[in-house]
C-alpha cells in the first residue's frame, strides 16, 4: 500500500499533493472561461445590454442556471462592496424600489467578509466561486482526514465536493457551501477532546456557524446546520457518558458565540422578514413536491440533453412545465459513481458504518420529502420555520455532502479492509442497477416524448449518460479487487472525472464572445441624479445599483410589505413584487398565480377576464402614469425598438404561415374587422407589413380606415421602406372605436410598381368574417398583417437617448425626491443630506421607504419621522436655514454589534484559557 493509502501517524502528515489537487481541480473546471476562450458574466445574459453575441459551442445553460447569480448577487453584492470600500456599513440601498435594506436582504452577502469585496469587480462572481470551491474541498478535506480516513480517500471527497453541482445549479447559494463541513469538522474536533478530558477543541464551531449565516443563504444554511445537527446527536450516543456532558457543553458554547457572532446579520433580517411580504415562501412551500420526470437528472443529469436548453417545439405544455419545473426546483445533483460509491458504504462492514447509516437516512427523508410521501413532508415540517423555506430546493447542498462523505468512507473502507465481498458486490450491483432502472423506469414516458420531440438531443444525451454509467461500473470493478499498485489512484481519478467532466461540460453553453453597451448607462449616471427610473427591459432589475442610478424595478425576496401594498394599488395590480420588473412575461402557472395571490393579500380581487393573460406592464405604466411620476420616475428605459406610451393590437392571424398580396397601380384591397376584436379604443396609425420586392416598389401607399361614419385616412410613401417589414400609416386624425363598432378599412396605391401586402392565415379562434376576398380559393382563409397603434392622451414623454440596446423617455412632471410643503428652497447633496431654506415652517418629504431604521437629524438635533402616503418619510423643518441629515440604522443594531464584539473577545480568550480549567485524563481515540 502506498503513501496515498497509509493511515499511519508519519502518512498523515504530508498533505501537499491532496491540498494542491484540491486547489487546482476548480481551475481546471473553469479552464474555458478563465483563458478567455468562453464568456459566462452572467451580466450579459441578465443586464440586457449584450450588443453582441458570439457563437455558444452548446445551445444551454452558459456554466450557471439559476439567474439569481446575475440578478442580485453580482449587482448588489458590487454594491455592498463599494459601500465597505468607502467606508459605509451596507445597511441601505436606496437604489431599488425606492429604498430597502441591503445587508437585512441577506442574498446581497453584504457581510459576508472579505470575499464580498471581490465582488467590486464585474468577474468577482466568478473569483467568489473559485474561492468558495477551493475552500469546500479543503475544509471537506480536513474533516475527513479528522475521520482517520486516508489521504487518498479524503482527496476524492475533497474534490467530488469541491466540483459538486450547486456551483452550476444555483451558484448564488456559494457562499454557505464551505462553511458545513468545517462545522461538522468543529463538531468533530469538539467530540475528541471532549474523550480526551481536553478543552480545546470547539473553537472552529463559532468561526464555521457565523459564516455559515453570513455566506447569504439562510435556507442553505438552515439545512445544512440540521445535519449538523443529526451528526452531534449522533456524535453525543457515542461519545461515551463520562465525556457526553463535556461535549454538550463545548458544542452548546461554540454555537452560542457562533450565533452571537452573526448577530449584526441576523437581527435585521429577522426584523426585516417581519414587516416584509414573502411571496410564495408565506404559505406554498410547505406542499409543494417535485414529480417523477425529474427522477433520473440526480444520478444522470443531462438524460435530457443540455440542462437549460430551449424546449423542444411540439412538446406537450404541461409535460415542458413539468421538466423546466424540476430545473427550477433543484439545487444538485449526486451522479451515479458517487451514489455508488455511498451505496457501497452502506453496503459492507466498517469502521464508520455507523455514520454512513446515518448519512444514508439523512438521504433518505429528504429524499421522501422532496419527491411527495406525505409523512416525510409533515416530519420536515415539524422542524421551526421549515415549512416556509424552500427547502425541497435547498436540502440539496446537505444532500451531496452527505452523499460524498459516505462515498469517502466508501473508499477508506476498500482501502483499509480490502476488496469488496463477492456477496455483497453482487448485492451492490444489482441495489445500484435497480434504482438506476427504476429511476429511468418512472421517467420512460416523458424521455420518450422529450426525444420524439427533438430527436437531435438524444446523441448527447446517451453519449454522456452512458459515459457515467461507464464510470460507475468501473468503479464497482475496482472495488472488487484489492487496493495494492496504482488501483487507487485510478479508482479516485474515475471516481474524479465524473464531476469534472461535467463541469467542463456544463460551461460550453457560454458564448465565444459578447460584449455589453453601457451609453445609456453612462447617460443616466449623469442626468437622472436623484430621480428614479423604470426599465422595461434594458439595466435592469438590480444592476442600476450597482451603477448608482435609482431604479424601482426589484428582484428580492423578502421584500417590504408595505412596498408591496403600493405597487398592487397605485402601480400594477398584476406584478409580483418579488420581481417586479417591467420584462416578466405575463402567463398563468408559475408567474401569474404568484402575483394573482400577492394582489390577493393586499384585499385586490383580479377578475379573469377573455384574455385571461392581464395586460402588460406597459398598459399597466399607460393606466397608472400619474401614479409612476408620484414615487419619483423620471426615466422609462425600453428595448429600443418598443415605445412604452403606445398600445399595439394585432389581428388573430399568422405572422409565418402567410403568403404576399400583389398590389398594382391601381388595386384595392378592402375587409372588416368585427367588433370588439381589437379591444383598443383609439386608432391614430396602423402599421402593415409589406414586401417592397427588394426596393422595387414605388408610389404611394393609402389606407381609409372607418368606424361607422368616422373615417380616416393615412399614407405613406413606398420608396426606402423596409422590404418584408412594417410599414407606418399615422391617421390624418385618431379615429375613435365603440366596442361594438366594426372597422372597415381599404388599401389602394394609384400609381408606381407593385408592392406585396402580406396575409396571414388565420388562426383557429379567429372570426370567419376576418378573412378578405384576395384570398386564393386553395389557400386557407387569410386576412392582412396589419398593427393598431393607440396612443394616450396626457402622456408628457419624450425620447432622450437611444442605441443599439435601449431607449430612454423622460417622464415631465416627474416627483422631485425631496419635496416641501409650504414650498422651501431645497439643495440636495446626495439621497441622505440636503440643505433647506425655509420662509415658515414646512413638512419635508423625502420619497424613500419609512422603515422603523430610519433617524433624521435637523441641525444636529434629532427629530421625528413621520410616514406619509403609507410609504414614505416625513419630518417638520423649521423656517430659515436648516442642514438634514438621514441616517439608517437597524433597531437594535448596537446591542447586536455589541454582543458580537464581546463573543469576538470572549472567543480567543477561552480557546486559550479552557485547557488549563478543564485538562483531564487522555481517553483512546475513538472511530
Known amino acids: 500500500m502506498n503513501r496515498w493509502a497509509t493511515g499511519t501517524k508519519s502518512g498523515m502528515r504530508w498533505h501537499g499533493p491532496a491540498l494542491l489537487a484540491l486547489i487546482a481541480l476548480p481551475f481546471a473546471a473553469n479552464l474555458l472561461v478563465l483563458t478567455g476562450v468562453l464568456h459566462n458574466d452572467p451580466a450579459l445574459f441578465t443586464m440586457f445590454l449584450t450588443r453582441t453575441m458570439g457563437p455558444r459551442p452548446l445551445l444551454a445553460a452558459p456554466g450557471w442556471f439559476d439567474p439569481t447569480i446575475g440578478l442580485i448577487t453580482q449587482p448588489l453584492g458590487m454594491l455592498s462592496a463599494k459601500d465597505w470600500l468607502h467606508g459605509i456599513v451596507p445597511w441601505w440601498n436606496p437604489y431599488t424600489g425606492v429604498g430597502m435594506p441591503l445587508a437585512a436582504e441577506m442574498q446581497t452577502l453584504s457581510f459576508f467578509l472579505p470575499f464580498v469585496l471581490v465582488l467590486k469587480f464585474w468577474p468577482g462572481w466568478l473569483v467568489l466561486k473559485l474561492m468558495m470551491q477551493i475552500l469546500c474541498g479543503l475544509f471537506m478535506y480536513a474533516l475527513l482526514i479528522e475521520l482517520r480516513l486516508t489521504r487518498l480517500a479524503a482527496l476524492v471527497g475533497g474534490a467530488l465536493y469541491a466540483l459538486n453541482a450547486t456551483f452550476f445549479l444555483v451558484p448564488h447559494v456559494m457562499g454557505p457551501l464551505p462553511f458545513a463541513p468545517l462545522l461538522l469538522l468543529g463538531i468533530e474536533r469538539a467530540a475528541r477532546a471532549a474523550r480526551d478530558g481536553r478543552g480545546q477543541g470547539w473553537g472552529l464551531i463559532p468561526l464555521a456557524l457565523a459564516y455559515l449565516i453570513y455566506g447569504g443563504y439562510p435556507e442553505v444554511a438552515y439545512i445544512e446546520a440540521t445535519l449538523a445537527a443529526v451528526w452531534t446527536l449522533w456524535r453525543f450516543a457515542n461519545v461515551g457518558s463520562g465525556a457526553r456532558a463535556r461535549f454538550a457543553g463545548k458544542i452548546a458554547l461554540g454555537g452560542a458565540l457562533g450565533i452571537a457572532l452573526a448577530l449584526p446579520l441576523l437581527v435585521p433580517f429577522l426584523a426585516y422578514v417581519r414587516t416584509s411580504y414573502l411571496g410564495i415562501h408565506a404559505t406554498k412551500y410547505a406542499w409543494l413536491w417535485l414529480l417523477p420526470p425529474g427522477v433520473p437528472v440526480q444520478l444522470f443529469p443531462f438524460i435530457y440533453g443540455p440542462i437549460g436548453g430551449p424546449t423542444p417545439p411540439g412538446l406537450n405544455p404541461a409535460l415542458a412545465n413539468t421538466i423546466a419545473a424540476y430545473w427550477v426546483q433543484s439545487a444538485g445533483w449526486f451522479g451515479p459513481v458517487a451514489a455508488c460509491l455511498a451505496l457501497a458504504a452502506v453496503a459492507r462492514p466498517a469502521r464508520l458504518r455507523g455514520l454512513a447509516l446515518l448519512l444514508f437516512g439523512f438521504i433518505l427523508v429528504w429524499q421522501a420529502r422532496i419527491w411527495g410521501f406525505k409523512p416525510a413532508i409533515w416530519l420536515i415540517d415539524l422542524i421551526p420555520m421549515m415549512a416556509r423555506t424552500d427547502a425541497m430546493r435547498f436540502c440539496a447542498p446537505a444532500m451531496e455532502l452527505a452523499c460524498f462523505i459516505m462515498a469517502a468512507i466508501a473508499f477508506d473502507a476498500w482501502q483499509v479492509d480490502g476488496a469488496l465481498p ?7 450491483s444489482l441495489a445500484a442497477t435497480a434504482i438506476g432502472a427504476i429511476s429511468i423506469g418512472v421517467a420512460l414516458p416523458a424521455l420518450y416524448a422529450w426525444f420524439t420531440a427533438v430527436p437531435g438531443r438524444l446523441d448527447l444525451a446517451l453519449g454522456v449518460t452512458l459515459a457515467e454509467a461507464a464510470l460507475a461500473v468501473g468503479a ?18 474515475l471516481v474524479i472525472a465524473d464531476p469534472l467532466g461535467l463541469a467542463v461540460l456544463t460551461t460550453l453553453g457560454a458564448p465565444r464572445s459578447a460584449a455589453l453597451d453601457f451609453g445609456g448607462v453612462t447617460y443616466l449616471q449623469r442626468h437622472a441624479r436623484l430621480a428614479r427610473m423604470y426599465s422595461l427591459q434594458p439595466f435592469g432589475p438590480n444592476f442600476p445599483a450597482a451603477f448608482g442610478v435609482a431604479s424601482i424595478d426589484d428582484n428580492a425576496s423578502p421584500v417590504s410589505a408595505a412596498w408591496n401594498r403600493y405597487i398592487h394599488r397605485h402601480l400594477d395590480r398584476y406584478a409580483d413584487v418579488v420581481m417586479f420588473t417591467g420584462s416578466q412575461a405575463r402567463a398563468l402557472g408559475c408567474v401569474l398565480l404568484p402575483r394573482a395571490a400577492a394582489a390577493l393579500d393586499n384585499g385586490i380581487f383580479i377578475r379573469p377576464t377573455r384574455a385571461i393573460i392581464p395586460p402588460d406592464q406597459s398598459a399597466e405604466l399607460r393606466r397608472h402614469i400619474a401614479a409612476y411620476r408620484a414615487i419619483g420616475v423620471k426615466y422609462v428605459v425600453s428595448p429600443p425598438g418598443h415605445d412604452p406610451f403606445v398600445a399595439h393590437a394585432t389581428l388573430p392571424v399568422s405572422i409565418t404561415a402567410r403568403s404576399a398580396f400583389a398590389l398594382s397601380a391601381g388595386g384595392k384591397l378592402s375587409g372588416v374587422v368585427p367588433a370588439g376584436l381589437l379591444g383598443i379604443a383609439r386608432i391614430s396609425e396602423v402599421d402593415t407589413l409589406i414586401g417592397t420586392y427588394a426596393g422595387a416598389a414605388r408610389g404611394t401607399l393609402r389606407l381609409k380606415l372607418c368606424a361607422g361614419a368616422d373615417c ?38 394609384r400609381t408606381g410598381s407593385a408592392v406585396a401586402l402580406w396575409l396571414g392565415d388565420l388562426q383557429p379562434d379567429a372570426p370567419a368574417t376576418l378573412a378578405v376576398a384576395a384570398s386564393a380559393p386553395a389557400q386557407p382563409p387569410q386576412a392582412p398583417i396589419l398593427r393598431f397603434v393607440e396612443t394616450t392622451p396626457g402622456i408628457a414623454a419624450r425620447p432622450v437617448f437611444q442605441d443599439q440596446v435601449m431607449r430612454i423617455y423622460r417622464l415631465e412632471g416627474a416627483r422631485r425626491f425631496f419635496s416641501a410643503t409650504p414650498s422651501c428652497r431645497i439643495t440636495p447633496s446626495g439621497f441622505d443630506r440636503l440643505t433647506t431654506d425655509c420662509p415658515a415652517a414646512a413638512t419635508l418629504v423625502r420619497l424613500e421607504a419609512a422603515d422603523a431604521g430610519w433617524h433624521a437629524t435637523v441641525d444636529g438635533h434629532d427629530v421625528p419621522i413621520a410616514t406619509v402616503s403609507a410609504l414614505f418619510q416625513s419630518i417638520a423643518v423649521p423656517a430659515g436655514r436648516s442642514d ?29 484559557g479552557l485547557p488549563a480549567l478543564t485538562a483531564g485524563r487522555r481517553r483512546p481515540p475513538f472511530p
Open 422 to 428: 463477492r456477496p455483497r458486490a453482487i448485492g451492490l
Open 476 to 493: 464497482l470493478l475496482i472495488l472488487r479487487r484489492q487496493p495494492g499498485g496504482r488501483r487507487g489512484v485510478v479508482l479516485a481519478a
Open 712 to 749: 380616416a385616412t393615412a399614407s405613406a410613401p413606398l420608396a426606402g421602406a423596409k422590404d418584408n417589414g412594417f410599414l407606418a400609416l399615422p391617421l390624418d386624425h385618431p379615429l375613435t372605436v365603440a366596442p361594438a363598432q366594426p372597422l372597415r378599412y381599404r388599401f389602394t396605391h
Open 884 to 912: 438634514i441629515r438621514f441616517f439608517y440604522r437597524p433597531p437594535f443594531i448596537r446591542s447586536s454589534c455589541a454582543a458580537a464584539l464581546a463573543a469576538l473577545a470572549i472567543w480567543p480568550f477561552l480557546i486559550a
